[in-house]
């Protein structure tokens, strides 16, 4: 590594916490995952507000890869997560960790489609999950941001590459009802997206941004269309 490079990963002081260990987040390996500050929404249901809110991260990217070198042939993948992982530029950090033999998961709610291009294009990302928060006309109420355009964009250049990606929807029944996730069934089948589609409930840690407690409405899965095969996690 030239000696640029390591010191732009030194003083790059962005990952807010690492998890050393899940078999939960990427699909078929044992991961890592390193969990980037800061944020270009403000999701009411966010459970990660001090990392979305983080004045100051505790690791620097090579602290992150010091700790990686430390699991090869221990862990197999490493998942990129936050906060929203496309407002740093990580080509170089994901590079290395290419270099360690990691794959690499991105979580994303995909508003910065050039940078995901860009990482696709430099064949850095081996599995994409997008979120899909919402309809466009409930968009900018449950994320507090006006990115719709940006993420379908992103959400089109996805279905279009040869990427591997899941799409996946935070539900919590005072903010989207099934309406809102037949809208969502249609627009995907719309798009030309054929893979499975991610349900997760919202979860109640007790500490969100909106500050929004459990859900009071009764969510009827049955109202739901079959045009995608459904998941609920
Ligand atoms: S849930 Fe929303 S606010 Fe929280 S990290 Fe993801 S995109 Fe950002």
């Known amino acids: 590594m030239n000696i640029e490079r390591e010191n732009s990963l030194k003083s790059s002081y962005i990952i807010y916490d690492i998890t050393h260990f899940t ?8 991961a890592a995952i390193f969990w980037f500050s800061s944020c270009n929404m403000r999701c ?10 983080a004045k100051k991260s505790s690791y620097s990217l090579m602290d992150a890869l010091d700790f990686l070198k430390t699991r090869v042939g221990l862990l197999d993948g490493v998942v990129l997560s936050g906060g929203e992982v496309t407002l740093h530029n990580l080509v170089f950090f994901i590079q290395e960790i290419k270099h360690l033999g990691f794959s690499v998961k991105l979580d994303t709610n995909g508003t ?16 994409i999950a997008i979120d899909y928060k919402a309809p466009e006309y409930k968009f900018t109420h449950i ?12 959400l089109d ?27 969502i069934i249609k627009d995907l ?9 991610y349900i997760q409930n919202f979860l109640d840690t007790g500490s969100n941004i909106g500050d929004i407690s459990a859900p009071h409405k009764v969510f009827d899965k049955e109202k739901l269309s079959q045009e995608l095969e459904l998941v609920w996690r």
């Open 44 to 53: 009411d249901y966010c459970y990660n507000p001090e990392i979305v809110f």
């Open 143 to 154: 994320t507090h941001s006006k990115k719709y355009k940006e993420f379908s964009q992103t």
């Open 23 to 30: 078999h939960l987040d990427y699909k078929d390996h044992l």
């Open 112 to 127: 910065n489609h050039q940078t995901i291009q860009e990482l696709i294009n430099l064949k850095l990302l081996d599995f």
């Open 157 to 183: 250049l996805l279905i279009k590459s040869e990427m591997a990606f899941e799409v996946r929807t935070t539900l919590h029944s005072d903010l989207l009802n099934e309406e809102d996730i037949n809208f």
């Open 189 to 197: 089948k719309k798009r030309n997206y054929t893979n499975k589609y």
